[in-house]
């Protein structure tokens, strides 16, 4: 019995002396981007406008991409190119670009003349605030094909919060990874879904890898964000 309960101290010894060993991970500080937040939201409310046809919800996602009008993703990309035509098992219709949404949003109000005299007034407005400059977050619209991976390679600050975001139209489960130019791990978001966020703040300026991984069988058609 002593030498039973001495065994079990030991090992009790041993587990503690390795979790102090264990490196803790610094918090990371900064604001999360609202305009981030934002096209988040409105791409959820896409998802929901194209399941159910409804052109008032591509209106509510039209107004948010006018009032957080984003930029080109600066990044090379690297990946199997995903032909659309080929749709077997392919449920999901969510369009991400702006010109799509509109056209789609025409089609839903089926002639609707208060409709689209409310989608001629959003347009405009997204037009005008889209004008000059703009300071909001990048994007990039792609897919990606089942069972596979796309890269994209961008450039961040160091000592500055770096926010990525994925979402997808809901067919499959997207996975996201970020790698700095070592390979090495930074940050991650694994969960059951296609929408995907991860934060962090880079040691060092330079290019890090975005990495998404389709876990389903069809393609998935997605749009990134980086802050």
């Given at each position: 019995m002593n030498k039973i309960v001495l065994f079990l101290c030991m090992i009790a010894v041993t587990v503690s002396g390795m979790a102090q060993t264990v490196e803790e991970k610094p918090e990371v500080k900064g604001e999360t981007s609202e305009s981030l937040a934002a096209v988040k939201l409105?791409?959820?409310?896409?998802?929901?406008?194209?399941?159910?046809?409804?052109?008032?919800?591509?209106?509510?996602?039209?107004?948010?991409?006018?009032?957080?009008?984003?930029?080109?993703?600066?990044?090379?990309?690297?990946g199997t190119a995903v032909d659309e035509t080929k749709a077997d098992g392919k449920k999901a219709?969510?369009?991400f670009d702006y010109e799509s949404v509109l056209a789609d949003a025409k089609a839903f109000a089926d002639g609707?003349?208060?409709?689209?005299?409310?989608?001629?007034?959003i347009d405009a407005e997204a037009k005008g605030a889209q004008r000059g400059n703009i300071n909001g977050p990048s994007r990039d619209y792609a897919a990606v094909n089942g069972d596979s991976y796309m890269d994209y390679t961008a450039s961040f600050v160091a000592?500055?919060?770096?926010?990525?975001?994925?979402?997808?139209?809901?067919?499959?489960?997207?996975?996201?990874y970020v790698y700095d130019s070592n390979g090495n791990p930074?940050?991650?978001?694994t969960d059951y879904s296609d929408d995907c966020y991860v934060r962090w703040?880079?040691?060092?300026?330079?290019?890090y890898t975005i990495r998404i991984v389709n876990r389903g069988p069809v393609y998935n058609r997605f749009v990134i964000l980086t802050n």
């Open positions: 409105a791409n959820q409310v896409l998802r929901y406008g194209y399941e159910n046809k409804s052109t008032l919800a591509l209106l509510d996602a039209l107004q948010i991409f006018s009032e957080n009008p984003t930029q080109a993703l600066k990044a090379t990309k690297e219709k969510v369009s609707d003349p208060n409709l689209l005299a409310l989608i001629d007034n000592n500055q919060l770096a926010e990525v975001l994925v979402s997808g139209d809901g067919d499959t489960d997207l996975d996201l930074i940050a991650s978001d703040v880079p040691a060092w300026t330079g290019r």
